[in-house]
């Protein structure tokens, strides 16, 4: 089952601020954030591979807590450019058949 | 530096019909992956390889064929195509695995069976 990320949707005004989560049925071993934009590819953000580590890139910070088998990603002072759907990654192996995971993604769009 | 990248971008079929979808990445990665993507699904897994020739199921095999005799290409075949299959279609490539390593994705092929 993937990962289930919330919310679904969201949108703000250049400047403020969001946050995204991502929550597991299993225990997660490391997360992955990427950022989709419409008709493009996946872009990775950031990986967090120890529970509690927290990660920045620019504006953008992502913490992992193990027990709680969630991440969140903090989006800070938004840009129009962070407009995009965010998806979280991760794996695991089920009777010996690995999975790469991503989340239900969420949508973010970022208005001037 | 050409990366990763995907043919053909765009591609129409016929239901029945055979397909290859093809993938060459520049970088000397070890690993490779093929996704497909679609409304309500998100990206799952088709099939990835660690090496050339070493190659595993993913998520969603069926229906599909793959085959890795060189480090820097990975196609991927659909033996006989369903409209099912009409989905948009990522290769990806990491140095390492992919639980530790970043994932660098293809531009992607846009598939539809008719």
């Known amino acids: 089952q993937q990962p289930v990320q919330s919310p679904q949707a969201v949108i703000l005004r250049e400047g403020e601020d969001a946050v995204i989560n991502c929550s597991s049925s299993k225990a997660l071993y490391s997360v992955h954030w990427y950022r989709q934009k419409h008709g493009e590819a996946p872009v990775f953000l950031m990986i967090l591979l120890k529970g509690g580590e927290q990660k920045g890139h620019e504006k953008i910070s992502a913490s992992f807590n193990e027990k709680k088998q969630q991440s969140s990603l903090y989006l800070t002072a938004s840009q129009l450019s962070y407009s995009g759907t965010y998806f979280c990654?991760?794996?695991?192996?089920?009777?010996?058949?690995?999975?790469?995971?991503f989340g239900t993604g969420t949508r973010l769009k970022v208005l001037a | 530096d050409a990366g990763i990248t995907q043919s053909p971008r765009y591609k129409i079929t016929e239901t029945g019909r055979q397909v290859t979808l093809m993938c060459h990445q520049t970088?000397?990665?070890?690993?490779m992956f093929w996704y497909r993507q679609d409304l309500g699904h998100g990206l799952r897994l088709i099939y990835y390889?660690?090496?050339?020739?070493?190659?595993d199921k993913g998520e969603v095999p069926d229906g599909y064929v793959v085959s890795r005799s060189k480090t820097e290409n990975f196609p991927l075949t659909l033996e006989s195509a369903t409209r099912s299959q009409t989905s948009v279609y990522f290769c990806?490539?990491?140095?390492?695995?992919?639980?530790?390593?970043?994932?660098?994705f293809g531009p992607g092929t846009r598939l539809t069976v008719l």
């Open positions: 990806a490539s990491s140095l390492t695995g992919p639980g530790t390593d970043t994932q660098y």
């Open positions: 970088w000397s990665h070890s690993y």
């Open positions: 390889s660690a090496a050339a020739d070493i190659t």
């Open positions: 990654g991760t794996e695991e192996t089920t009777s010996g058949t690995y999975k790469y995971i």
